[in-house]
């Protein structure tokens, strides 16, 4: 997960979905040293000189392990005991983002008030980004966290006898283990999909007229999917004798669909002819570059304008098609869709989906960052200034800018403020072994080398913000292998 990915989920967690007191047991997988074996149990503490101490759910006694054997411990089935409530937060040079009340800062040290940390004083030259209201307060969705507003669909298959024969009887219904492997799962904030390559995993009424959607997409295999815009789900009436199992209007209704591979991208526009028939129309004619062969994962974006017919595409923050929709936009519903396609076998997953208001922009964030100037992004999402930052006090923003203007903004109205990459510390070449990163729910991250604390906390060591105690009730996963990758494995054992 990108630092930038997690910012954005911090936008108002009021607004990610509701967590969910089933929890689940907690896991530990051990790293390649170990066999990657995995233990259930529950998570008890940290212990001296790198050990952790675990309780399996066969012991009777909690047992120490090293933590140089280990590769994640992910708890509560990724869920923590409670979710951070902070909206703003602020990004370190090593990637973590440390969510909370940004008090005051100057060009030496930044002091946030946090629920999980308490009160930290960060040296400036350790802060790459300051985000008072990342997204100004419109974020739509942030997930998944759990199952609520999901659903998956697939077109039944229709049982057509010819004139003169019987209708064969029903096949037996698959046991309710087959039927899950068939569908889509969620599993640590991630939907894996599953190995029934009609069915298409669906979350209704997600997308206004104007927005950005922003997922991680992930594979192993081939790529060969399907993502389906301002689906309305309602395909009429239709008394044709053809398999229309793999027609994608059939299923989503009237919408867009951008069917995506490691190669190419293209964009179809699904509707249906006087008859009910569905017709699948491929806009344009050639195909968009994807050069994704050498990848496993990539950061997709849309960004959609139903009033102006607008629709782009963007690729791990390269900007890559925007397709002519004609005199109409075609797409009357609210629903977004996923498909793995399941050429090979090829396996797929979806996570970090944010879907957010847009301010009908064309430049990515890639063009906010500066080597010499401090970059000031407004909640408008239009307005920014470049100069200088001076400081934060009494809930404002003291700026110097280019042309030696002095302007003072409100905190609340500044989205994010990215330092000049010039002031900011050079990080070691290599990370001490003995590191560990915390990642919190909604999202956020802390890293350090953990020991033995009090009163369900965790004593942390860190490089930047100094020794600290972290309340472990907002963790939910803990990852010994320091990859910057919460979902490294493709693991149904979460």
Request: glycine fraction near 8%.
């Amino acid at each position: 997960i990108t630092p930038s990915g997690i910012l954005l989920a911090l936008s108002l967690s009021v607004f990610a979905e509701p967590d969910t007191p089933k929890r689940g047991p907690d896991l530990l997988r051990f790293s390649e040293k170990a066999n990657h074996d995995t233990l259930h149990g529950k998570f008890i503490a940290f212990g001296k000189a790198g050990t952790l101490v675990f309780k399996s759910t066969e012991a009777i006694e909690p047992t120490t392990f090293s933590t140089a054997k280990l590769h994640r411990a992910t708890l509560g089935k990724g869920r923590a005991q409670q979710p951070l409530s902070a909206t703003s937060a602020v990004t370190l040079v090593n990637g973590d983002v440390i969510p909370g009340k940004i008090i005051e800062a100057d060009n030496k040290t930044i002091t946030l008030e946090t629920e999980h940390l308490g009160q930290l004083s960060i040296p400036a030259d350790a802060v790459s980004v300051i985000s008072p209201t990342p997204h100004g307060g419109k974020l739509l969705y942030y997930g998944p966290m759990n199952g609520e507003g999901w659903k998956t669909i697939t077109l039944p298959e229709k049982e057509q006898a010819k004139e003169g024969e019987e209708k064969k009887e029903a096949a037996p219904a698959k046991e309710d283990e087959d039927k899950q492997a068939t569908d889509w799962k969620l599993v640590a904030g991630a939907w894996y999909a599953g190995t029934d390559k009609e069915r298409y995993l669906v979350r209704e009424n997600a997308l206004p007229d104007t927005c950005k959607v922003k997922f991680k997409l992930g594979w192993r295999g081939s790529l060969y999917c399907n993502i389906a815009i301002h689906a309305d789900l309602a395909p009429p009436e239709y008394d044709g004798k053809e398999d229309l199992r793999t027609n994608m209007a059939a299923t989503l209704g009237k919408s867009y669909v951008i069917s995506l591979s490691s190669h190419s991208a293209s964009l179809y526009q699904c509707s249906f002819d006087e008859n009910g028939a569905p017709k699948t129309i491929r806009i344009g004619q050639s195909h968009v570059s994807m050069n994704l062969s050498r990848k496993d994962e990539a950061e997709v974006e849309l960004r959609i304008d139903r009033s102006t017919k607008a629709l782009m595409l963007y690729v791990d923050g390269e900007f890559k098609s925007k397709w002519d929709l004609g005199k109409e936009y075609a797409a009357p519903g609210k629903a977004i869709a996923f498909k793995n396609l399941r050429y090979s076998n090829s396996e797929m997953r979806i996570s970090d989906l944010l879907i957010t208001r847009w301010n009908g922009l064309r430049d990515s964030a890639l063009s906010m960052q500066s080597e010499e100037r401090d970059v000031i992004l407004l909640t408008n999402g239009v307005d920014r200034f470049s100069g200088s930052f001076k400081h934060i006090k009494n809930g404002s923003i003291s700026f110097r800018g280019t042309f030696d203007n002095d302007l003072t903004i409100p905190l609340a109205s500044a989205q994010e403020i990215r330092l000049a990459s010039n002031k900011l510390r050079k990080l070691p070449a290599e990370t001490d072994a003995k590191a560990v990163q915390f990642y919190l729910q909604p999202f956020g991250r802390i890293s350090g080398i953990p020991s033995a604390d009090t009163n369900g906390r965790t004593k942390i060591q860190s490089d930047i913000v100094g020794n600290v105690s972290l309340e472990m009730k907002f963790v939910n996963i803990i990852d010994f292998a320091n990859q910057n990758s919460l979902l490294d494995f493709w693991d149904d054992n979460f």
